[in-house]
């Protein structure tokens, strides 16, 4: 309920923990979460939901369900240790995080565009090859192009599962978010590549820049990567290594949020 995620952490992974319980109101713990996620809108919230969700934790019922239900009786939950009223996702939230999202695609979609057709390097002027890309036979150029047109194009993609959120459907909204979220990931990180690739095919001949390029632009990645991965990735994996990797991530976001002074 108050969004501790690294004490969630170690509950929730813990074999003995039985997360299908109910409370008095019959609400799992995951459903408390998403409940209080607008009344404690914060990173915190977001990471235990996260972490509630790499558990496998269910709800008890679905989002509209307890919509309905919070409608007939808006009493307090009893958490066992405390109260708070539950508030879920109004209509207005919602838009306004789908309306934010937007943003951030056409943004991502009107970059990828434009740097489609400023190719680095520039393009040939001279016959027969007029028009062309000059460096178009460099690897670094090739992997450029790839990585722009797939930003481009799930960027699109993203545009087109946030109309359908429009449409205000709760049900509808969960699942265009599920979409748009992990290809937003794709676009941002594709993009990212792409300048990277551009940058580095242009200063290619001075060697100590390139290769600052690529370290810095492999950092960079790997940051957007650890921030944005928790926002839509459900850890499934059984594997040991696997999970050992998931909890060093998680122990990054957990530092970066100030979540384990909270704890």
Known sequence: ?????????????????????????????????????????SYHGRLTWTVLKSA????????????R???????????????????????????????????????????????????????????????????????????????????MYTAILVAVCLIWAQLGDLNLVDIALRLALPLLGIALTMISLAFMAGVYVVVSNLHWLAYVVLILGVLFIFTVLVVFTPLFCKTTSGSRIFRWITYFLFCVEVWASGSHNDD
Not at 25 to 38: K, N, Y
Request: charged share 20%; glycine share 6%; with cysteine.
């Open 1 to 41: 309920m108050h969004h501790h995620p690294k004490v969630v952490y170690r509950l929730a992974w813990d074999t003995r923990t039985n997360l299908k319980l109910l409370n008095d109101r019959h609400m799992t713990a995951l459903d408390i979460t998403e409940s209080t996620l607008e009344t404690i809108a």
């Open 56 to 67: 496998f934790a269910q709800r008890a019922q679905s989002l509209h369900v307890l919509q």
């Open 69 to 151: 239900k919070k409608q007939r009786s808006p009493q307090v939950a009893d958490n066992g240790g405390g109260s708070t009223d539950l508030k879920l996702p109004n209509e207005e939230s919602i838009r306004d995080r789908v309306n934010t999202l937007l943003v951030v695609t056409t943004l991502v979609a009107t970059m990828a565009f434009a740097a489609g057709f400023t190719m680095p390097g520039g393009n040939n002027g001279d016959a027969p090859q007029e028009g062309m890309a000059i460096l178009l036979t460099n690897a670094m150029f090739q992997a450029f192009v790839i990585c722009n047109t797939i930003a």
